[in-house]
Structures are given as C-alpha cells and as structure tokens.
C-alpha cells in the first residue's frame, strides 16, 4: 500500500504517541498536524490496516491504545526517538519539559549560501577569518566539503590554502562576504582525517567506590564496564568536549570526573 513521506510522517507520530503514550486517537493528528478529523480517522484507519494486530480502541476512553502484540511499523522503540519528539517545538499535547536557551552564533544569510554551493558544487572561497589566535580579519581562500555540528556551535570543515591543510572553521567567526573562487583542488576524498574512524573507549573512574562506578556503568549503559563511541577522526576532540573529558587534565574530585578516556594513546594523534 503506498504512502506519501506526509502520511508517513503522520502515521508515525500517531504510532509513536500510542506506544509511548499508551493512547492516540484522532485529536492528536487533528493538532500536531491541522487535518482536518476526517483527514485523521483515515489515517487511522490506513494505520489499522497496515498493523491490525497493534492497536484496540478502547471505547470508554475514545482512544487506540497498543496490544500485547504490539511491533513497531514506522518507530525504532527507543526512548531516545521519544525524547527527540518531545524536544520538537511544534509538538502537540506534549508531557512538560524544559530545555536550555543556548546563545546563536549569528551567520549571515549570504555568507550562508556561498558556503552552501561551494560544497555542493566543489567551489572554492575567498573569505575573512578571525580566531583567537589572531583576532585581526585575515584573508584565506578555502575548498569547504562539509558541516559540523559540535553541540554549541558549527564548524566549516575545509581544505585552507593558506595553511596547506584540511581544517575547521567556526563558522560564526568569519567576517565579511564569502566570494566564489572557480572549482576546488581538493576534496574530502583527500582528507585523511574525515575519511578515519576512530573509536573513543570510556570507563567510569577508577577512583569511584564500586556501587558508584555500576551507576556511571547504567548511566550510559556500559556494555562490560566501557563505552564505545565511533566517530571521525577529526571529531574526535569535540566528543570529548562534549562528554567534558579534558585529555590534559584528570579532575581531582572522581565524582566530577565520572569517566575516563581508556585507550587515550590510540587517540592522542587526533587531538589539539
């Protein structure tokens, strides 16, 4: 039976909210989406036709809630998948939450789009950088292949002229209009450090009693004591800010550290 990326999307939010929930019924996709109730109760009915054995509606309630039969059509199962719906800005009749308001780091819309094609089409560019290191507008002509997300901010990963190396940018620290320099001499195929995987292994602190060591363990849901991220080689450093491990430094309080880096001389080379 075919369905459009919009039911697909309408049929999973209702699924999601069933299992989760343990109850949706037409009002939720009537909400979350402007149908209008005999738009909904059709894509209920497509939904019972695909996953019969999922759902009974409970005629007390007025709701479809999940059976013991239940398998998931358009959700993985996982609370992570839940918690992301949660997060979403527009989702309707949502449980409380709170989230941080984190500060933008402001790109201008033109400089955007500059950066946009010359990924898309393998283009240099002529921009102004400015970094801690040098906090003066220096000219640098790059060949950007990817984007970066590292939790707080972006980066511009590229191939810089100036430096004769692949590097990132953040991207909120380029100054002026980026200008379109003919075609790119080099491209993310070449750069090794975005081409390398690289598996980052955590253990809770040594230092920790045992019982505390079994919570940081479910915390992240260690599998035999370590956590095992894989990621790009020149990711590896923001992971690490992300988790708040300073390579450099072991925090004196094992409770503040909480974990650790296990196989750190395997990674010491992608680190700055």
Request: charged fraction near 20%; include cysteine.
């Amino acid at each position: 039976m075919d369905i459009s990326e919009a039911q697909r999307q309408r049929l999973y939010t209702f699924e999601l909210v069933a299992f989760w929930e343990g109850a949706a019924n037409s009002s939720l996709l009537v909400k979350h989406f402007g149908l209008s109730r005999q738009q909904a109760s059709k894509d209920i009915k497509h939904y019972l036709v695909l996953a019969p054995q999922n759902l009974t509606y409970n005629t007390h309630r007025k709701c479809h809630q999940p059976t013991p039969d239940f398998k998931p059509v358009f959700i993985s199962g996982s609370a992570e998948q839940y918690l992301a719906w949660l997060a979403e800005p527009l989702t309707a009749e949502k449980l409380p939450i709170a989230s941080l308001s984190l500060p933008a780091r402001g790109v201008p819309a033109s400089f955007m789009r500059a950066v946009v094609q010359a990924i898309r089409h393998n283009q240099r560019l002529e921009v102004d950088y400015v970094s801690l290191t040098n906090p003066s507008r220096q000219g640098r002509v790059i060949a950007p292949h990817a984007l970066v997300q590292t939790g707080l901010r972006w980066h511009l990963r590229a191939w810089c002229e100036h430096k004769k190396q692949f590097r990132d940018f953040v991207l909120s620290r380029f100054r002026g209009e980026a200008v379109l320099s003919g075609g790119a001499t080099h491209s993310a195929a070449q750069d090794d450090a975005w081409n390398t995987s690289v598996t980052v292994n955590f253990a809770p602190d040594p230092r920790l009693t045992t019982e505390k060591r079994g919570v940081i363990e479910c915390d992240y849901q260690m599998q035999d004591g370590q956590l095992k991220l894989t990621t790009r080689a020149c990711l590896v450093h923001y992971l690490l800010q992300e988790m708040r491990i300073n390579p450099k430094v072991l925090d004196a309080v094992p409770e503040a550290q909480q974990i650790v880096i296990v196989n750190l001389s395997d990674i010491k080379e992608w680190l700055f």
